[in-house]
């Protein structure tokens, strides 16, 4: 058995972001030639692949590239924080991003679909993944057309990329102000823009709950509607942006009161988190 040194394992790891165990046993077969353990790692990983199907992928990035007129919002898993701040991943995750983009697909089945190199993006995550010898998946895609966009993509470590995106679209000129929300957006995790996007059905099952719980209480019956009411506002400042008090506004307005003030309109947003 070939001896192995820790910086040729290193440099294999570096160069592939393969596993520690892998790039050892590669190197060994390879007896310390590195150019050879990276054709058998490529060779294992292939087989390997469909075995890796079923591994849950927690880790990952987000990115977004924008263009006139929409931007597009990615978020590409694996398996470890290893292989998210890989320098080969994040370059993945760029020409993946790039080549949807590019393409004009809307939808994860474009975006799959879409042509990257000599294959399409998904042939590619296969290769790579075959390569890195971890399970990736482009998890979402989703594009957002608005006059303008802004984006605010936060690190829930220095050390990892990009763990949560936001692309806000919008009308108006003052991108500080539509940053400032795609930020609040981040924290606060709504899911409408306005009210009137809420489905019925869902107001109508909250109404109900409301309803019942307040009847519970004992509360006076001539109370009742505003108590209701109350509570169903309550529910909406969850899931609607522009009901929301913005988290950065020091005067503790409503996220609609802000981007009018700045002259504004929220068109539409995207939110992406990895592993969410």
């Known amino acids: 058995m070939a001896s192995v040194s820790m910086a040729a394992v290193k440099e294999l790891r570096e160069r592939l972001g ?10 060994v077969e390879a007896d310390g030639d590195i150019e050879k353990a990276i054709e058998i790692l490529r060779l294992k990983g292939l087989k390997g692949v469909a075995k890796r199907e079923g591994r849950e992928a927690s880790e990952g990035l987000v990115a977004v ?5 929409s931007a597009t919002l990615i978020e590409l ?36 679909a879409a042509p990257l190199e000599n294959g399409t993006v998904e042939s590619t995550i296969t290769d790579e993944s075959a390569i890195i010898g971890e399970k990736i998946q482009l998890r979402r895609v989703t594009v957002v057309e608005a006059p303008r966009t802004a984006v605010y993509l936060h690190r829930t470590s220095k050390d990892l990329p990009p763990q949560i995106g936001v692309v806000v679209g919008y009308a108006g000129d003052d991108e500080k102000v539509a940053t400032s929300i795609a930020q609040h957006i981040s924290f606060a995790e709504p899911v409408y823009v306005n009210r009137d996007e809420v ?9 109900d709950i409301v309803t019942e719980i307040s009847k519970n ?19 909406f400042k969850q899931i609607v942006l522009n009901e929301q008090e913005h988290a950065l506004d020091a005067d503790k307005r409503p996220v609609a009161k802000v981007a009018e003030g700045a002259g504004i309109t929220v068109t539409g ?3 992406g988190k990895v592993g969410a």
């Open 18 to 27: 393969a596993g520690m165990v892998d790039s050892k046993n590669a190197l």
């Open 65 to 69: 590239v924008q263009r006139d007129g």
């Open 77 to 112: 898993v694996c398996e470890t924080d290893f292989v998210a701040k890989n320098e080969k991943f994040l370059a993945l995750g760029d020409k993946i991003l790039e080549a949807i983009a590019e393409s004009g697909a809307k939808t994860l089945e474009e975006a799959l």
């Open 199 to 207: 489905p019925q059905a869902d107001v109508d099952k909250e109404r």
């Open 217 to 235: 209480e004992g509360k006076p019956e001539a109370a009742l509607p505003k108590i209701i009411e109350g509570r169903l506002n309550a529910f």
């Open 269 to 271: 947003f995207a939110r």
